[in-house]
């Protein structure tokens, strides 16, 4: 089968890789690239544990083909931290014990930073609403919400 080759940017990098037709993006990230922060949770985009962005919009990397990304910015959650210093979400996320095994958690993160991007004030409701694609077995959701809240007043600087 013939192999696409695919120019892009990923957490700001320029990337290529080779894929095939049917490749998604979540398969492209974890098994050509490397880049496994990026969970696999059901594969049918129901649970959120793949979301990313591209080009700045929110998707489950497992409903995009590897081939879509061609010319887009994709963001993982490989580049929320810069080098050592975490992002504010995920520093909250420890401080409020918002995480247990890990398999939701990056496709959270990614999409709460995604909304904050949009919305640095987002009501308690806001948050419930924007992080319903992403299913978590463990937490409860509650700590989850909190972090993202007490992240949102920690970026406005309050």
Request: hydrophobic share 40%; charged share 25%.
């Amino acid at each position: 089968m013939a192999k696409h080759h695919v120019t892009t940017t990923i957490n700001g990098n320029a990337v290529e890789f080779l894929c095939e037709t049917q490749q998604t993006l979540l398969d492209v990230l974890r098994d050509e690239l490397q880049l496994t922060g990026t969970k696999e949770g059901c594969g049918t985009g129901d649970c959120g544990a793949c979301s990313v962005t591209l080009d700045g919009r929110l998707v489950c990397a497992c409903l995009v083909l590897g081939v879509e990304a061609q010319g887009k910015a994709i963001a993982t959650i490989e580049g929320m931290a810069e080098g050592e210093r975490l992002h504010p979400l995920q520093r909250k996320f420890l401080e409020h014990a918002a995480l247990q095994c890990g398999i939701c958690t990056p496709g959270v993160l990614v999409a709460a930073r995604a909304l904050l991007e949009r919305n640095p004030d987002p009501s308690e409701e806001e948050v419930r609403y924007w992080l319903a694609g992403n299913l978590c077995r463990c937490t409860g959701y509650n700590k989850i919400i909190d972090a993202v809240l007490d992240a949102a007043r920690e970026m406005r600087g309050n």
